[in-house]
């Protein structure tokens, strides 16, 4: 008798398992600029907050009080300049790496924003390579989405090339229209499309898997949550995937947000940011 009343329990325990994202505070930059377009969005250990902002091609560093403590951008294509940036990560929360997409490089700065260093050199091959999208693993190695050509670029500690996959000959595992790149904690690589599928390899460019979604949910973006992730769709709903449980769970968020037009998010500390296109950030748990 004791067992038929505990499953029971257990499973609706696990249904009710992150069922809802509950906003803790809303963070507003100080930029006074309307008509600005934050697409991408990291945060440090340190507790600063870097989002970017492609109309104006420029990355903020913010805190949690909203605060600019730096900016930096501008079009052009001197060392301090951007052309349209397309995405950004954080390396071992010092660094901090930008897509400059229409330059053709990644721009690395320090957690301050100044600059470091660019890749590539105009001698290398890869100088008109377009960079949609980029992220680093748990040893410092650079992954990077190139749009052209729609296959992946693992750069070594040493800014070489050592490996490229993902290309038409991976068959069923190439990647097709990709959004963006990310890593999970075990250092595996996942592509988002925009069909929804989530296509999965190891470090090593080995395909693990293909995750497809059961409906069509026209998906922006893909947070991670450990090894667990987190699509936006276009119409502002969260679908929650458990890589253990292999099962899509849809998520609500416990406020009104039809104000809000959602393009990124950034998992850390056991808090969710969801970035908003205006730049306002929504600092969130998941219940």
Not at 44 to 65: D, M, P, T, V, W
Request: net charge negative; aromatic share 12%; glycine share 6%.
């Amino acid at each position: 008798m004791k067992i038929k009343i505990i499953i029971p329990i257990l499973i609706l325990l696990f249904n009710t398992l992150y069922s809802q994202i509950t906003i803790n505070s809303v963070i507003t930059p100080n930029h006074k600029k309307s008509g600005l377009q934050f697409k991408s969005i990291v945060c440090s250990n340190f507790g600063n907050i870097y989002i970017l902002e492609q109309s104006r091609h420029e990355i903020f560093a913010i805190n949690n009080k909203g605060e600019i403590l730096n900016k930096i951008g501008g079009y052009g294509w001197n060392d301090n300049n951007l052309n349209t940036p397309s995405d950004l990560c954080i390396s071992s929360g010092l660094h901090i790496i930008v897509a400059d997409y229409n330059n053709h490089r990644l721009v690395r700065y320090d957690r301050l924003l100044n600059f470091i260093s660019t890749y590539p050199s105009q001698e290398n091959d890869l100088y008109l390579f377009y960079p949609k999208s980029l992220a680093v693993g748990n040893n410092g190695m650079i992954f990077i989405l190139e749009n052209e050509i729609s296959e992946i670029f693992k750069l070594d500690l040493h800014n070489e090339i050592i490996l490229q996959f993902g290309g038409v000959e991976y068959e069923e595992y190439s990647i097709i229209n990709p959004i963006n790149i990310h890593i999970d904690e075990d250092d595996n690589i996942l592509i988002l499309e925009k069909s929804g599928r989530i296509v999965k390899y190891d470090s090593f460019g080995n395909p693990i898997d293909i995750i497809s979604s059961q409906n069509k949910i026209n998906p922006k973006n893909l947070i991670m949550i450990g090894n667990d992730f987190l699509v936006i769709s276009d119409s502002n709903r969260f679908y929650y995937y458990s890589v253990e449980n292999k099962n899509w769970k849809s998520l609500i968020i416990n406020n009104n947000i039809d104000e809000y037009i959602f393009t990124d998010g950034y998992y850390i500390d056991d808090f969710l940011y969801l970035l908003e296109i205006s730049g306002t950030i929504l600092k969130c748990n998941i219940k």
